[in-house]
């Protein structure tokens, strides 16, 4: 069983940065998408990043490009860390941060529905 657990969530001002942390486990297969999604109140679930451990590569919605920025680590003791750099933040991007993953591909990387196994999600918030 996949198990995700989100971390660095918090108040910042506008224009500040924070960094989120997933760290997964309970892979079974080697190659795994692990995405970040958000959800602000009223809205739908929506992607904004994801990172295909296959081959490194990386996806963005166009609201965070150029702003955020997911990375990994390499494996340790069988935990795999994903991370959110999120820099230039805006009141906008309050939200409700989950990382999510999916073994072994997913055909759309900032789909939620493409994901089954959820973190708690950590809240993040932006003041203007």
């Known amino acids: 069983e996949v198990q995700l657990v989100e971390s660095g969530g918090g108040l910042v001002q506008a224009g500040g940065s924070l960094r989120l942390s997933c760290a997964a486990s309970?892979?079974?297969?080697?190659?795994?998408?692990i995405g970040w999604f958000r959800q602000a109140p009223g809205k739908e679930r929506e992607g904004v990043a994801s990172i295909d451990s296959s081959d490194g590569s990386t996806f963005y919605a166009d609201s965070v490009k150029g702003r955020f920025t997911i990375a990994s680590d390499n494996v340790k003791n069988t935990v795999y860390t994903v991370y959110l750099q999120m820099n230039n933040l805006k009141p906008e991007d309050t939200a409700v941060y989950f990382c999510?993953?999916?073994?072994?591909?997913?055909?759309?990387?900032?789909?939620?529905?493409?994901?089954?196994?959820w973190g708690q999600g950590t809240q993040v918030t932006v003041s203007s």
């Open positions: 309970g892979f079974t297969f080697d190659d795994y998408v």
């Open positions: 999510a993953a999916r073994e072994p591909l997913v055909l759309r990387h900032l789909a939620p529905y493409e994901y089954d196994s």
